[in-house]
């Protein structure tokens, strides 16, 4: 059956009218289901009993499944949600000063196998579709009391947003809806470890805000901590920046994961300025949460420190992300379960969720 989570007010305007029904009742729909939040048909009492009936017979509302929710010492809170083939997606909610930033997945697991990623070693397992990527932003909705609303939503939890692309976009339209949960296109952020076509599309289809997740400054060092990288090698992804169809005053984020002795020699910091020259950017460096399955290490203080300082000499806009939530694990790592819930990690690990 149809989750009609999944639809766009048009689309549910257009499933009314073919029914010979009203398409405004599609609008009121999608009104009951994103901004009054109801969990089943028959809680429209706009419709009539009939209406609804007929209704609940054809369409079905999947309600994401709250398996569990942890509070860092910080504020940052992590939700495990079961969706209903039983695989478990996390999403995070990381407080601001004055608002938080919602951290979304989108995918169950991730085929890019990169090498520092666990929800990479962890293989995938499907692409999450339209209901259950914004349904994440429903059910934290829906379940917070403690934290300041989301104005920010990131997708940068489990899986590689481009690798699904059709299902995102019309997630995108979905949050943006203003009948609906009417966050703006404009603190949305996709980040991507590089699928160059999708980053070409999206900036034509969406106006949201793209990371660039980049790790590396030559294509050897790239090669072997990210496999994407041999489709696409660096000068195409920043060539593909440089067409990023940008809303004005916006730059692309570059992430940069800083390993010990891999990628955080003062060359590299050198290489990454001149590379993203031309570019209107802001770097993200992200030293590496350590995990006993994967065989990096985090860098010294110092050098990260010293990395930083040169991309500013550079005259570079340059952030070290701060790492939130780390004690319950909403820092940085991945979901690390089986199929179906068992966690098979030593640890509860959660993608690289903190962004600030
Ligand atoms: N697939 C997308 C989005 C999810 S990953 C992407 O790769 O961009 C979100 C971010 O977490 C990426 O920048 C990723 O490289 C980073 N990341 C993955 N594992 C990490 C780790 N152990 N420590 C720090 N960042 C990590
Ligand atoms: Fe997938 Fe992103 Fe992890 Fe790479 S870093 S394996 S693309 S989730």
């Given at each position: 059956?149809?989750?009609?989570?999944?639809?766009?007010?048009?689309?549910?305007?257009?499933?009314?009218?073919?029914?010979?029904?009203?398409?405004f009742?599609?609008?009121?729909?999608?009104?009951?289901?994103?901004?009054?939040?109801?969990?089943?048909?028959?809680?429209?009492?706009?419709?009539?009993?009939?209406l609804?009936?007929?209704?609940?017979?054809?369409?079905?509302?999947?309600?994401?499944?709250?398996?569990?929710?942890?509070?860092?010492?910080?504020?940052?809170?992590?939700?495990?949600?079961?969706?209903?083939?039983?695989?478990?997606?996390e999403?995070?909610?990381?407080?601001?000063?004055?608002?938080?930033?919602?951290?979304?997945?989108?995918?169950?697991?991730?085929?890019?196998?990169?090498?520092?990623?666990?929800?990479?070693?962890?293989?995938?397992?499907?692409?999450?579709?339209?209901?259950?990527?914004?349904?994440?932003?429903?059910?934290?909705?829906?379940?917070?009391?403690?934290?300041?609303?989301?104005?920010?939503?990131?997708?940068?939890?489990?899986?590689?947003?481009?690798?699904?692309?059709?299902?995102?976009?019309?997630?995108?339209?979905?949050?943006?809806?203003?009948?609906?949960?009417?966050?703006?296109?404009?603190?949305?952020?996709?980040?991507?470890?590089?699928?160059?076509?999708?980053?070409?599309?999206?900036?034509?289809?969406?106006?949201?805000?793209?990371?660039?997740?980049?790790?590396?400054?030559t294509?050897?060092?790239?090669?072997?901590?990210?496999?994407?990288?041999?489709?696409?090698?660096?000068?195409?992804?920043?060539?593909?920046?440089?067409?990023?169809?940008?809303?004005?005053?916006?730059?692309?984020?570059?992430?940069?994961?800083?390993?010990?002795?891999?990628?955080?020699?003062?060359?590299?910091?050198?290489?990454?300025?001149?590379?993203?020259?031309?570019?209107?950017?802001?770097?993200?460096?992200?030293?590496?949460?350590?995990?006993?399955?994967?065989?990096?290490?985090?860098?010294e203080?110092?050098?990260?420190?010293?990395f930083?300082?040169?991309?500013?000499?550079?005259?570079?806009?340059?952030?070290?992300?701060?790492?939130?939530?780390?004690?319950?694990?909403?820092?940085?790592?991945?979901?690390?379960?089986d199929?179906?819930?068992?966690?098979?990690?030593?640890?509860?690990?959660?993608?690289?969720?903190?962004?600030?």
């Amino acid at each position: 059956m149809l989750d009609i989570r999944s639809l766009s007010c048009l689309e549910l305007e257009t499933y009314m009218r073919e029914r010979g029904l009203p398409e405004f009742r599609g609008r009121q729909l999608f009104k009951w289901l994103w901004k009054n939040r109801i969990t089943s048909v028959q809680e429209v009492t706009e419709f009539s009993k009939e209406l609804r009936e007929q209704l609940a017979q054809h369409l079905l509302i999947y309600n994401l499944e709250q398996v569990s929710r942890k509070i860092s010492v910080d504020g940052t809170i992590k939700w495990a949600f079961r969706l209903r083939d039983s695989l478990i997606v996390e999403t995070v909610l990381i407080p601001e000063k004055d608002h938080s930033t919602l951290c979304i997945s989108s995918q169950a697991g991730c085929a890019m196998g990169c090498a520092f990623c666990l929800t990479g070693k962890m293989g995938f397992f499907r692409n999450l579709d339209p209901s259950e990527i914004a349904g994440q932003a429903l059910a934290v909705l829906r379940d917070i009391t403690v934290a300041k609303p989301p104005r920010n939503i990131v997708f940068m939890g489990m899986g590689e947003p481009l690798a699904n692309f059709e299902n995102l976009l019309k997630a995108i339209e979905i949050l943006t809806s203003d009948l609906g949960l009417n966050f703006s296109q404009r603190r949305i952020t996709v980040s991507t470890c590089g699928i160059v076509p999708n980053i070409i599309e999206l900036g034509r289809r969406s106006s949201a805000g793209l990371a660039i997740s980049l790790h590396a400054t030559t294509n050897t060092q790239r090669d072997r901590l990210m496999p994407i990288n041999k489709a696409y090698p660096i000068e195409t992804l920043l060539n593909a920046c440089r067409d990023f169809n940008l809303p004005a005053r916006r730059r692309i984020t570059f992430e940069y994961l800083l390993l010990k002795g891999i990628n955080d020699a003062p060359e590299d910091a050198r290489r990454l300025s001149a590379l993203l020259r031309g570019i209107p950017s802001k770097i993200n460096l992200i030293p590496f949460n350590e995990c006993p399955e994967i065989p990096f290490s985090e860098p010294e203080r110092d050098s990260v420190l010293r990395f930083q300082e040169i991309l500013k000499e550079l005259n570079n806009t340059v952030i070290i992300r701060k790492s939130k939530g780390r004690d319950i694990s909403a820092a940085c790592g991945q979901l690390f379960y089986d199929r179906h819930d068992k966690k098979i990690s030593g640890k509860d690990l959660t993608g690289c969720l903190s962004c600030s």
